[in-house]
């Protein structure tokens, strides 16, 4: 174990080292600057090579990376080149908590409603709950989040203007503030999991040892809970480890539309400012916890399938 | 970054009487046309500024005994397409939300009055010599900072210098304060020193120019110029702008960051604070979705003013269930979206067939589509309001006889390949593609129409403007005023060669008309006149292809009192008149 | 084959996504009405006589552009969805399978795509090959670029999938049987994993439908994606639903075609799942 641990880590340096390399040359290949970003529509060729001198851009681009990698070693992110200045260790720890406990709040309601749902639809399968819900939950997976999140808007406007009890439109800070970003954020993963719950589990159940399980006249509850939905589980982790990921910054819509300042709406800035020293921040970020995600999926797969060994 | 102004035919006045605690504010509206000339006496000279027809919408708060004002007093307004300030930091923000908010803390020597005309702010008077490039500006006595300090001429100098400092880097001084004395040696780096302003005595500052220039009060006017405390810029280090401390009406109590500045009134504001406010928020509504955000925050009375920056209006598909409240608010402004064409490139170096297709578009259909009350056509360079868009010129009416005949004479092939580049952002798409099937129907052109990612294109017009043989054919761009001056949208948009002139468009009688009004100050009737000359050429060799004036669509909740619509944007000349609910 | 039709539901699905390309493939022949050229005076109006499913926000046609926006949603999501269960699913076997270097290689490959700005590669991938291949290929060509980008960032999440489904797969004892019998690694891994894992592939596959045509949309809406007058089913979606309180219908229509399809699809995919796990 300790050895397939020492293994890995030396894999995740490798794959943020990569990230970085890859990030940088993809965003300097990229057509756009960031310089002229900043200057807007006016154009002047002296102080837009005055600008490029003092973000370092003039300089040839290894420089421009070697300078950033050994920041990075040394803890220093960089400074953001939109943010005049601003630490970028500032906008990711600003944004950061933010983005993460509303992912976890989605993840883990997703996963509490969606799981179940997707159980009880594969014990009668074809049958009038599977069907009901696995279309509902199709919906909920099909419908783009800012199609809900425009819904549920549009609702506490009538209501509003109705007089009843409303929750904010927008806005960040307050309890009730939470509810509909969660709910919109968890509504995709949440049809995604018990689809593929519901698609895992009847796969399961028609192994073998299911057909012992029975025979052997274990109780249904042990059958499903016990044998099945443990195996069946594996497929459900395997995706949990990217929709860490894809919450956390897959998250801007969501954020956009309700004013939440989390990270997901600095990354699409960066990229669309061409901040560079954000956006290589953000997929180092990102890359860290894909990659410990994926680590602890392979371990998962060694607990819940004792067959496979952790190499 | 986008400095507008207004003027026209009417001038309507509403005389609104505070309410005296819960009365209802009755409101007199008195509209009447009237020719303003200014003219401002100073002690060596004498300088006659502007003389124009002007229409304008103010509000006249009539004084009244104070009373204390119910409700909780918050003004909640949003600032619309950003998601959080780049900077507070006058010498680099840039976005013109961040300006607003900039200007609502800080304050420079002068400010614009709701005519949008100079008058003074941090500066009591100034003089101006004889041959009119150098301005002495005497500070208002007792003028304070917001920490209570005395702010004195070094303070005035060392702000203005620091805009045009290459070592701070910000992008807006060196374009705005470039006609200081000194400036371009300055911001090159190749002296150190920035010899055009200096500090006679502690309230005296002089400014010297290079050249003489007629809007030069103007460009100082903008937050570059703005007054800073040496103090606290030195003191705070590299973030000294999260405590800002200025001469403006307010000031930041609290930055939440992603999510609003809060301001309270600066006790120490030489006109007074504005403490009948409790609280000003600035709340950010950022990406493209803010603008529909802040609607239904509007709609839910979240926020008291949206749509109020020139960019960033209330979603056009909304106005028809909007229009006939009272609390939408419509005012033209110095924007122009336009048409240019890559002068050194075939087809369009030919003259003619630019006409062809500058008159094979009925802008009027175009209006249609926008919405009524989103837009104005636009058939010639200077939107209306800035000074010499009244004087007359010759348009291209669209006109697909005249069209296709210019096709014909100028033997254009309609089947080579022609592509019209846009940004994807807004309802760009929408209008290009509109313009298209326009030439395709009645040109009978089939023209491409290229959307680009937003850097992608901003990146192509510099190819274009940098080597025109391999740029762009034709691109959708707009340009709004950096200040009222007819000089901002000929002598720099399309001057042979001048930083934004991206299709190359060149003409020498124009050049020279420019040229000659640029430095014209005395005689505003013969400056004016240049102007009038030099765009009626480029109107009719199709310099740019204008297509239409946006307005500026806000709403305003109806308890907000204060607020002027001028053509850019909004504009509060006196704070103290300013109520939420 | 007859199997797969036994339900009703799913023959009936599968007849509905036949009609559907067939009307993405021939409609647009049969109805000629120009989906490119609006009418001012008929902005956003409801299904009339003449437009039978109503117009946009620039007074075109809905049906006409529902048509070929379908044919483009249509192309992306055949496109991303073959690349996905061929490298994806392709790659993820083979690195559960085999394990040891293959395994690392894909795994961490993935891990990278996973936290990639999919964005920027979409704007460098379209800039860089833009104009060659509009130039080659004229319109659609941008759609085969948006289609690589999305397919390239999609990829990974089938083959993280695969790859512990086969992890688990491979230790079964049916498996194991086989191999004591002396069966090589070919025949395993296409007669027994790959039969076991078609299920979840086809689920997965399915399901992922809805979300690239609505990513499509998303690049669209920046200017990577089909050129005008070309649209898609998202785009439509994008567009209408700005202005929703004017003119629901708008939205309706291709929400609607998008949720059958997505529904379609998915009724079919179930199908396949049974005929191939119990086939």
Redesign the interface.
């Given at each position: 174990m300790a050895q397939f641990l020492l293994r890995r880590l030396l894999?995740l340096v490798?794959?943020l080292f990569?990230?970085t390399f890859?990030?940088f040359i993809?965003?300097h290949?990229?057509?756009?600057d960031p310089v002229l970003a900043m200057m807007g529509n006016r154009r002047d060729p002296k102080l837009y090579e005055q600008l490029r001198r003092q973000y370092g851009l003039d300089r040839p681009w290894y420089e421009q990376y070697a300078g950033y990698l050994l920041g990075v070693l040394q803890g220093d992110l960089g400074k953001s080149y939109r943010y005049a200045g601003r630490p970028v260790w500032d906008l990711i720890r600003q944004g950061v908590p933010v983005s993460a406990s509303l992912g976890l709040a989605a993840l883990t309601l997703s996963v509490l409603l969606g799981v179940p749902i997707g159980v009880l639809a594969s014990v009668r399968a074809?049958g009038a709950f599977d069907?009901a819900s696995?279309?509902v939950m199709?919906?909920l997976?099909?419908?783009?989040g800012?199609?809900i999140a425009?819904l549920l808007q549009?609702l506490q406007v009538i209501l509003f203007q109705s007089g009843l009890p409303n929750l904010p439109t927008s806005g960040w800070g307050k309890p009730e503030n939470w509810v509909m970003p969660v709910v919109v954020l968890s509504a995709?993963t949440m049809g995604?999991l018990a689809?593929?719950t519901r698609?895992?589990m009847?796969?399961v159940l028609?192994?073998?040892y299911i057909r012992t399980a029975w025979a052997k006249g274990a109780r249904a509850r042990r059958v499903y809970m016990a044998h099945a939905l443990r195996?069946a589980l594996?497929?459900i982790?395997?995706?949990l480890?990217?929709s860490v990921?894809f919450v956390v910054v897959g998250s801007f819509v969501v954020e956009n539309v309700f004013r939440v300042p989390g990270i997901g709406f600095v990354?699409?800035q960066a990229?669309s400012t061409r901040d560079y020293p954000v956006?290589q921040s953000?997929?180092?970020l990102?890359?860290?916890?894909?990659?410990v995600m994926?680590l602890i999926?392979d371990v998962l797969?060694g607990v819940l399938?004792p067959?496979?060994r952790t190499? | 970054m986008k400095i507008l102004k207004l003027a026209t035919a009417t001038l309507a006045v509403t005389l609104l009487a505070a309410a005296c605690g819960g009365a209802t504010p009755t409101s007199v509206t008195v509209v009447q046309t009237s020719i303003v000339k200014e003219t401002q006496v100073v002690k060596e000279t004498q300088v006659v500024k502007e003389t124009q027809v002007v229409q304008q919408t103010v509000q006249v708060q009539v004084p009244v005994t104070p009373v204390p004002v119910p409700g909780t007093q918050v003004l909640r307004w949003a600032l619309e397409g950003i998601n959080e300030p780049s900077t507070l930091d006058p010498a680099k923000a840039g976005d013109s939300q961040i300006v607003f908010a900039t200007s609502l803390l800080f304050r420079g020597l002068v400010q614009l009055d709701a005519q949008l005309r100079i008058k003074p702010d941090g500066a009591e008077s100034w003089t101006v010599s004889a041959d009119t490039k150098t301005y002495t500006f005497k500070l208002r006595k007792g003028l304070k900072f917001s920490d209570g300090s005395d702010v004195t001429s070094d303070d005035v100098v060392f702000a203005i210098t620091r805009s045009l400092d290459p070592k701070v880097g910000g992008g807006n001084g060196a374009y705005y304060l470039s006609n200081i004395k000194g400036a371009a040696d300055f911001t090159s780096g190749k002296s150190d020193k920035l010899p055009g302003v200096t500090a006679l005595d502690p309230s005296t500052v002089q400014i010297a120019l290079e050249q003489p220039s007629a809007y030069f009060l103007y460009q100082l006017n903008f937050i570059t110029g703005y007054i800073l405390s040496k103090k606290s810029v030195t003191d705070g280090g590299e973030k000294w702008y999260e405590k800002p401390v200025g001469t403006g009406p307010f000031i930041l109590k609290e930055w939440q960051h992603n999510q609003k500045l809060v301001l309270t009134p600066n006790p120490y504001y030489w006109a007074g604070p504005p403490n009948q406010l409790k609280e000003v928020d600035l709340v950010f509504y950022g990406g493209?979705q803010g603008s529909?955000t802040a609607f239904k925050d509007y709609q839910t009375s979240a926020v008291d003013v949206i749509g109020s920056f020139g960019q960033t209006p209330i979603?056009s598909?909304?106005l028809?269930?909007v229009k006939d409240l009272p609390d939408f608010k419509s005012a033209p402004q110095f924007f122009v979206r336009y048409i240019g064409f890559n002068n050194k490139l075939k087809p369009f170096d030919n003259t003619m067939v630019r006409e062809a297709f500058a008159r094979g578009i009925d802008k009027s259909?175009?209006i249609?589509?926008l919405g009524d009350g989103a837009a104005r056509v636009q058939d010639r360079i200077l939107p209306g309001g800035i000074p010499g868009s009244e004087m007359k010129i010759d348009t291209l009416a669209f006109d697909i006889d005249i069209a296709n005949k210019l096709l014909t004479d100028a033997k254009f092939d309609k089947t080579q390949k022609l592509v019209l580049t846009y940004?994807?952002e807004g309802d760009n798409?929408?209008v290009?593609?509109?313009i298209?099937?326009q030439w395709k129907?009645n040109l009978g052109v089939n023209v491409?129409?290229?959307?680009?990612?937003?850097?992608?294109?901003s990146q192509k017009l510099t190819d274009t403007y940098n080597d025109p043989a391999k740029g762009l054919q034709m691109y959708f761009s707009v340009w709004g005023a950096d200040y009222p001056d007819p000089q901002n949208w000929l002598s720099q948009q399309l001057r042979t060669d001048v930083g934004n002139n991206n299709g190359h468009y060149s003409n020498t009688d124009f050049d020279g008309l420019v040229d000659k009004a640029d430095v014209e100050v005395k005689d505003v009737t013969a400056r004016l006149k240049s102007y009038n000359e030099a765009e009626q050429i480029a109107v009719t060799e199709v310099g740019w292809l204008p297509l239409f004036s946006p307005n500026t669509n806000a709403m305003v909740k109806p308890y907000v009192t204060g607020l002027v619509f001028t053509g850019q944007g909004i504009i509060i000349p006196d704070w103290s008149a300013v109520r939420a609910q | 084959m007859q199997r797969i039709f036994r339900?009703r539901?799913v023959l009936i699905s599968a007849l509905f996504l036949a009609l559907l390309i067939a009307i993405a493939i021939i409609g647009p022949l049969v109805y000629t009405v120009d989906p490119?050229?609006?009418d001012?005076?008929q902005?956003r109006a409801f299904p009339t006589l003449s437009h039978p499913l109503g117009t946009d926000?620039?007074?075109r046609d809905t049906l006409a552009r529902l048509m070929t926006g379908l044919r483009v949603s249509l192309a992306v999501a055949v496109v991303v969805e073959l690349f996905n269960v061929v490298v994806g699913a392709g790659l993820g076997v083979l690195a559960g399978y085999f394990?040891g270097w293959i395994d690392?290689l894909v795994?961490?490959i993935?891990?990278?795509l996973?936290?990639?700005?999919g964005?920027?590669?979409a704007?460098?991938i379209?800039?860089?090959f833009g104009s060659a291949v509009t130039g080659f290929a004229g319109?659609s060509g941008r759609l085969f670029l948006v289609s690589f980008s999305l397919a390239l960032v999609g990829w990974?999440?089938m083959a993280?999938?695969t790859?512990?489904?086969t992890?688990?797969l491979k230790?079964?004892?049916?498996i194991e049987s086989t191999r004591a019998l002396g069966a090589g690694d070919g025949h395993i891994l296409l007669r027994h994993i790959l039969p076991?894992l078609a299920?979840?592939i086809i689920?997965?596959a399915t399901?992922d439908v809805?979300?690239v045509i609505?990513s499509e949309?998303t690049l669209g809406?920046?200017?990577?994606s089909a050129?005008?007058?070309q649209t898609s089913l998202?785009k439509m979606?994008?567009e209408a639903?700005?202005?929703?309180?004017?003119n629901w219908t708008q939205?309706l229509f291709p929400?609607l075609v998008?949720?059958l399809l997505?529904?379609a699809l998915?009724f079919v995919g179930?199908g396949l799942?049974e005929y191939v796990?119990r086939g």
């Amino acid at each position: 174990m300790a050895q397939f641990l020492l293994r890995r880590l030396l894999q995740l340096v490798f794959v943020l080292f990569s990230i970085t390399f890859i990030t940088f040359i993809i965003g300097h290949l990229a057509p756009g600057d960031p310089v002229l970003a900043m200057m807007g529509n006016r154009r002047d060729p002296k102080l837009y090579e005055q600008l490029r001198r003092q973000y370092g851009l003039d300089r040839p681009w290894y420089e421009q990376y070697a300078g950033y990698l050994l920041g990075v070693l040394q803890g220093d992110l960089g400074k953001s080149y939109r943010y005049a200045g601003r630490p970028v260790w500032d906008l990711i720890r600003q944004g950061v908590p933010v983005s993460a406990s509303l992912g976890l709040a989605a993840l883990t309601l997703s996963v509490l409603l969606g799981v179940p749902i997707g159980v009880l639809a594969s014990v009668r399968a074809n049958g009038a709950f599977d069907r009901a819900s696995m279309a509902v939950m199709l919906m909920l997976f099909a419908v783009p989040g800012f199609v809900i999140a425009g819904l549920l808007q549009t609702l506490q406007v009538i209501l509003f203007q109705s007089g009843l009890p409303n929750l904010p439109t927008s806005g960040w800070g307050k309890p009730e503030n939470w509810v509909m970003p969660v709910v919109v954020l968890s509504a995709g993963t949440m049809g995604y999991l018990a689809r593929l719950t519901r698609a895992s589990m009847i796969g399961v159940l028609r192994q073998d040892y299911i057909r012992t399980a029975w025979a052997k006249g274990a109780r249904a509850r042990r059958v499903y809970m016990a044998h099945a939905l443990r195996n069946a589980l594996i497929p459900i982790v395997t995706v949990l480890g990217p929709s860490v990921a894809f919450v956390v910054v897959g998250s801007f819509v969501v954020e956009n539309v309700f004013r939440v300042p989390g990270i997901g709406f600095v990354a699409v800035q960066a990229i669309s400012t061409r901040d560079y020293p954000v956006i290589q921040s953000v997929a180092l970020l990102l890359a860290l916890i894909v990659a410990v995600m994926s680590l602890i999926t392979d371990v998962l797969y060694g607990v819940l399938d004792p067959r496979i060994r952790t190499q | 970054m986008k400095i507008l102004k207004l003027a026209t035919a009417t001038l309507a006045v509403t005389l609104l009487a505070a309410a005296c605690g819960g009365a209802t504010p009755t409101s007199v509206t008195v509209v009447q046309t009237s020719i303003v000339k200014e003219t401002q006496v100073v002690k060596e000279t004498q300088v006659v500024k502007e003389t124009q027809v002007v229409q304008q919408t103010v509000q006249v708060q009539v004084p009244v005994t104070p009373v204390p004002v119910p409700g909780t007093q918050v003004l909640r307004w949003a600032l619309e397409g950003i998601n959080e300030p780049s900077t507070l930091d006058p010498a680099k923000a840039g976005d013109s939300q961040i300006v607003f908010a900039t200007s609502l803390l800080f304050r420079g020597l002068v400010q614009l009055d709701a005519q949008l005309r100079i008058k003074p702010d941090g500066a009591e008077s100034w003089t101006v010599s004889a041959d009119t490039k150098t301005y002495t500006f005497k500070l208002r006595k007792g003028l304070k900072f917001s920490d209570g300090s005395d702010v004195t001429s070094d303070d005035v100098v060392f702000a203005i210098t620091r805009s045009l400092d290459p070592k701070v880097g910000g992008g807006n001084g060196a374009y705005y304060l470039s006609n200081i004395k000194g400036a371009a040696d300055f911001t090159s780096g190749k002296s150190d020193k920035l010899p055009g302003v200096t500090a006679l005595d502690p309230s005296t500052v002089q400014i010297a120019l290079e050249q003489p220039s007629a809007y030069f009060l103007y460009q100082l006017n903008f937050i570059t110029g703005y007054i800073l405390s040496k103090k606290s810029v030195t003191d705070g280090g590299e973030k000294w702008y999260e405590k800002p401390v200025g001469t403006g009406p307010f000031i930041l109590k609290e930055w939440q960051h992603n999510q609003k500045l809060v301001l309270t009134p600066n006790p120490y504001y030489w006109a007074g604070p504005p403490n009948q406010l409790k609280e000003v928020d600035l709340v950010f509504y950022g990406g493209d979705q803010g603008s529909v955000t802040a609607f239904k925050d509007y709609q839910t009375s979240a926020v008291d003013v949206i749509g109020s920056f020139g960019q960033t209006p209330i979603p056009s598909q909304f106005l028809p269930q909007v229009k006939d409240l009272p609390d939408f608010k419509s005012a033209p402004q110095f924007f122009v979206r336009y048409i240019g064409f890559n002068n050194k490139l075939k087809p369009f170096d030919n003259t003619m067939v630019r006409e062809a297709f500058a008159r094979g578009i009925d802008k009027s259909k175009l209006i249609k589509l926008l919405g009524d009350g989103a837009a104005r056509v636009q058939d010639r360079i200077l939107p209306g309001g800035i000074p010499g868009s009244e004087m007359k010129i010759d348009t291209l009416a669209f006109d697909i006889d005249i069209a296709n005949k210019l096709l014909t004479d100028a033997k254009f092939d309609k089947t080579q390949k022609l592509v019209l580049t846009y940004g994807a952002e807004g309802d760009n798409a929408k209008v290009v593609e509109f313009i298209v099937q326009q030439w395709k129907t009645n040109l009978g052109v089939n023209v491409t129409a290229e959307p680009l990612e937003l850097q992608t294109f901003s990146q192509k017009l510099t190819d274009t403007y940098n080597d025109p043989a391999k740029g762009l054919q034709m691109y959708f761009s707009v340009w709004g005023a950096d200040y009222p001056d007819p000089q901002n949208w000929l002598s720099q948009q399309l001057r042979t060669d001048v930083g934004n002139n991206n299709g190359h468009y060149s003409n020498t009688d124009f050049d020279g008309l420019v040229d000659k009004a640029d430095v014209e100050v005395k005689d505003v009737t013969a400056r004016l006149k240049s102007y009038n000359e030099a765009e009626q050429i480029a109107v009719t060799e199709v310099g740019w292809l204008p297509l239409f004036s946006p307005n500026t669509n806000a709403m305003v909740k109806p308890y907000v009192t204060g607020l002027v619509f001028t053509g850019q944007g909004i504009i509060i000349p006196d704070w103290s008149a300013v109520r939420a609910q | 084959m007859q199997r797969i039709f036994r339900s009703r539901v799913v023959l009936i699905s599968a007849l509905f996504l036949a009609l559907l390309i067939a009307i993405a493939i021939i409609g647009p022949l049969v109805y000629t009405v120009d989906p490119a050229t609006g009418d001012v005076e008929q902005l956003r109006a409801f299904p009339t006589l003449s437009h039978p499913l109503g117009t946009d926000d620039s007074g075109r046609d809905t049906l006409a552009r529902l048509m070929t926006g379908l044919r483009v949603s249509l192309a992306v999501a055949v496109v991303v969805e073959l690349f996905n269960v061929v490298v994806g699913a392709g790659l993820g076997v083979l690195a559960g399978y085999f394990g040891g270097w293959i395994d690392i290689l894909v795994s961490r490959i993935a891990d990278m795509l996973f936290a990639f700005p999919g964005l920027l590669l979409a704007i460098l991938i379209s800039a860089i090959f833009g104009s060659a291949v509009t130039g080659f290929a004229g319109g659609s060509g941008r759609l085969f670029l948006v289609s690589f980008s999305l397919a390239l960032v999609g990829w990974p999440l089938m083959a993280r999938y695969t790859r512990g489904q086969t992890l688990s797969l491979k230790e079964r004892s049916f498996i194991e049987s086989t191999r004591a019998l002396g069966a090589g690694d070919g025949h395993i891994l296409l007669r027994h994993i790959l039969p076991n894992l078609a299920g979840l592939i086809i689920v997965s596959a399915t399901l992922d439908v809805a979300s690239v045509i609505v990513s499509e949309a998303t690049l669209g809406l920046l200017g990577l994606s089909a050129q005008p007058p070309q649209t898609s089913l998202g785009k439509m979606i994008v567009e209408a639903f700005s202005y929703i309180t004017l003119n629901w219908t708008q939205v309706l229509f291709p929400g609607l075609v998008l949720a059958l399809l997505v529904l379609a699809l998915s009724f079919v995919g179930d199908g396949l799942q049974e005929y191939v796990e119990r086939g």
